[in-house]
């Protein structure tokens, strides 16, 4: 548990588009790999990318785990999931 100064009830951090990030933006899918091994992949999509603090960015592998970015390696593809796109996109 814990704390983070800019999400609670009602604030949460601006997030990436994938218009304005060629490596990220909510929807974004991505080829993941683990340890460097890029003989070894699978897909995901990116649900959540930071503008600002924490900075996180959150990958939901095709299997239905859900990773942090940095816990692995990712090359963004140029495909978008629009339907993570509206589920995960919030309005201010």
Do not use: W
Request: hydrophobic share 35%; aromatic share 8%; glycine share 6%.
């Amino acid at each position: 548990m814990g704390i983070e100064k800019r999400i609670d009830i009602k604030n949460f951090p601006k997030q990436h588009s994938v218009k304005e990030s060629l490596m990220g933006g909510i929807g974004r899918k991505v080829e993941v790999c683990f340890y460097y091994n890029s003989a070894n992949t699978i897909h995901g999509v990116i649900i959540r990318d930071d503008k600002e603090l924490p900075f996180r960015t959150i990958i939901r592998l095709c299997d239905g785990r859900i990773i942090l970015a940095t816990e692995c390696q990712y090359r963004a593809l140029p495909d978008v999931d629009e339907k993570v796109v509206k589920q995960f996109t919030f309005s201010e």
